[in-house]
């Protein structure tokens, strides 16, 4: 260990209480076939086989500490069974990908926005698939597709129709396109749309079937105004309303309808922002830009600078975050279990940060605009790494 403890942080229940193990249920559910990843202790299999309809919601950004407290009351509340955990990193290139392949980030290799691709040479952001600071990718396109998305989905798992309803701007981005093979695509304009267009695909339904619904308007809120703004409560009130609906909508349609997160927030100020150009001594170690989250960075030494590397963060940085081999994150399984990946190890660095309370840190390429969130989320803390389990028959 170099100048960190690992007992202090919060880790995934990837054993029976995370979000890879509810989506394991799902599928087995729905005559997936043996997994080497076990079923959601609190929602096994067996609970889900009698319902016609399986109705998956993931509203982005929606941590259970904030459902627990702001949410008193709620409809959501209501229908709580308790918490899960995401995946490490907490955040949407990783944990989305868990649920739409069943596997851990260990396993399917998506280790957060930034991601460095040794295949390539270079850093890439995962979801929107282009390259970091620039907008040229078409001549890799297709290499890297077969690169980053070499994974087999859930609904390529199941035996049951099934359909997935995304924003229209993205649900046919290569992304999708690659995560979600072998589903139905759905894209909506907006909130009521997308209940609009859940509900219709739930009436026309003639067999047992799964409808995977996303939502990132409170994630997208969070960002902006922060988790615990005003606007990020009006929003989550609207939600409410809308699921309220939902369920009054469906009742008699032997439906089980589900809810839960792909990650929670935090918010920090600029006062808790580390920024690596304030700390030459630092970037000068470094070979690479900073890859994963600002809340969890990996960082990719010059082999002849890994003592300056290390004595730099355990002596200027021990305040902020905690630092370690990316070996000693593999083994212990913040990463997950299951099979590795074989790109893992050049996918998280030579070392990792992982930031301490509200800090975050982050570079700033020649190409790329300055930006700042109020909310953030990547790291372990509780806010950011439970997540709701909301279930409801109708």
């Keep these: 260990m170099h100048g960190s403890d690992m007992t202090t942080l919060n880790k995934p229940d990837y054993s029976g209480g995370s979000i890879v193990n509810l989506m394991c ?3 087995d559910a729905l005559g997936a076939g043996p997994s080497d990843i076990s079923c959601a202790r609190l929602l096994p299999a067996d609970q889900l086989t009698s319902s016609k309809n399986i109705i998956f919601f993931v509203v ?10 702001q949410g008193k009351g709620s409809v959501f509340a209501q229908h709580l069974q308790g918490s899960l955990t995401s995946v490490f990193p907490t955040t949407t290139a990783s944990a989305i990908t868990s649920y739409f392949t069943c596997q851990t980030p260990l396993q399917h290799g998506l280790m957060g926005w930034y991601m ?3 295949e390539i040479n270079d850093v890439i952001t995962v979801l929107p698939f282009k390259p970091r600071g620039s907008s040229v990718w078409k001549r890799l396109e297709n290499e890297c597709i077969d690169i ?3 994974f087999q989905s859930i609904f390529e ?3 049951v129709p099934s359909y997935v309803v995304t924003q229209k701007n993205i649900v046919n981005s290569v992304y999708s396109l690659e995560a979600t093979r072998n589903a139905m695509r759905v ?3 907006n909130l009521d749309d997308l209940f609009v267009q859940a509900k219709k695909i739930v009436s026309a339904a003639q067999e047992k079937s799964l409808i995977y619904c996303y939502w990132p308007g409170f994630d997208a809120i969070s960002h902006d105004y922060g988790v615990n703004s005003a606007e990020a409560f009006a929003h989550f009130e609207l939600l409410d309303s809308h699921f309220n609906k939902l369920l009054n909508d469906l009742r008699g349609t032997d439906s089980v309808v589900i809810v839960t997160a792909d990650h929670g927030f935090i918010d920090i100020d600029p006062s808790k922002v580390i ?3 304030k700390h030459p001594v630092l970037k000068d170690t470094l070979i690479r830009p900073l890859c994963g989250e600002p809340r969890v960075a990996y960082c990719y030494v010059d082999p002849l600078k890994t003592e300056q590397f290390e004595k730099y963060v355990n002596e ?5 975050c905690s630092v370690f081999k990316n070996d000693e994150l593999i083994k212990d399984g913040y990463f997950g279990i299951g099979h590795p990946h074989p790109s893992i190890h050049s996918r998280i660095g030579d070392y990792v940060l992982i930031m301490k309370e509200n800090y975050v840190i982050k570079d700033t390429l020649v190409s790329e605009k300055p930006f700042s969130q109020i909310g953030v989320h990547g790291g372990l803390s509780a806010d950011e790494l439970y997540v709701p389990l909301i279930v409801s028959e109708v």
Excluded: F, R, W
Aim: aromatic share 18%.
């Design 275 to 277: 920024h690596l150009e």
């Design 148 to 150: 980053l998305y070499n």
């Design 157 to 159: 798992k199941i035996n």
């Design 60 to 69: 982005d950004g929606l941590g259970y500490n904030y459902l627990t407290s």
């Design 25 to 27: 249920s799902v599928a």
């Design 316 to 320: 200027a940085l021990v305040d902020y």
């Design 116 to 118: 460095y691709l040794k």
């Design 187 to 189: 894209g909506y304009q």
